[in-house]
C-alpha cells in the first residue's frame, strides 16, 4: 500500500486522537458538523439546480451554437481561433461541461496545436463564474450580487482576449 493511500486515514486518526487528547466529545462534534453541512447544502442546491437546468437549456435549445456561430468573425479577427468559441460561452457557466468542450476540441485539433493551446489556456486560467456565485453565494446567504457577475466576466473576457496572445508569446503559434 503507498504512503498515499494511507494519508487521509491517518488524517482522520489524528483529528481523532487529538480531539480526545484535549477531552472534545468528537463524536458530538462530528455530528454537529454533519449538521451545519447539510444546513448548508440546503442553501446550496436550489441556486444549483437553477444553474444546472439553464445550461442544459441553454444547449439544448441550441442557443450555445448559433452564439457561437455568430462570434466566429469577431473571434477570428482578435486572434482567438473561431472553434474556441463554445468554450468561450460555456465555461462561465460550467467547468465538467468546459471540459468537455475542450477535451473534444483537442481530440479535434491536436493537443499541441494552435486550437488545442488556446483552449488549455483558456480552461486553466478562467473561472466557472455562475457556478462559483451560484454556491458560494448560496452557501452564504447572499441573494444580490451587485458587481460580482459583471466585473467576473470582464475578467473572464479579459482572460479570454489574453489566451492567444499568451499561446503566440510563449510557443511562437
Do not use: N
Amino acid at each position: 500500500m503507498s504512503l498515499s493511500a494511507l494519508a487521509v486515514p491517518a488524517l482522520l486518526c489524528a483529528a481523532g486522537l487529538y480531539g480526545a487528547l484535549r477531552r472534545v466529545d468528537v463524536y458530538a462534534a462530528l455530528t454537529h458538523g454533519a449538521e451545519e453541512g447539510l444546513g448548508v447544502l440546503l442553501r446550496v442546491l436550489p441556486p444549483l439546480v437553477g444553474l444546472l437546468a439553464a445550461v442544459r437549456m441553454f444547449g439544448a435549445s441550441g442557443a450555445a451554437e448559433l452564439l457561437a456561430r455568430l462570434l466566429a468573425p469577431l473571434l477570428t479577427r482578435v486572434g482567438i481561433p473561431a472553434e474556441t468559441a463554445p468554450l468561450l460561452l460555456i465555461r462561465p457557466i460550467s467547468g465538467s461541461g468546459a471540459l468537455a468542450v475542450g477535451s473534444e476540441l483537442m481530440e479535434r485539433c491536436g493537443v499541441d496545436s494552435y486550437v488545442g493551446r488556446v483552449a488549455a489556456v483558456m480552461l486553466g486560467s478562467s473561472e466557472t463564474t455562475f457556478y462559483t456565485v451560484a454556491v458560494y453565494y448560496g452557501a452564504a446567504g447572499i441573494t444580490k450580487t451587485r458587481h460580482t457577475i459583471p466585473a467576473a466576466l470582464c475578467a473572464d473576457l479579459t482572460m479570454f482576449l489574453l489566451s492567444a496572445f499568451a499561446v503566440r508569446l510563449f510557443f511562437g503559434a
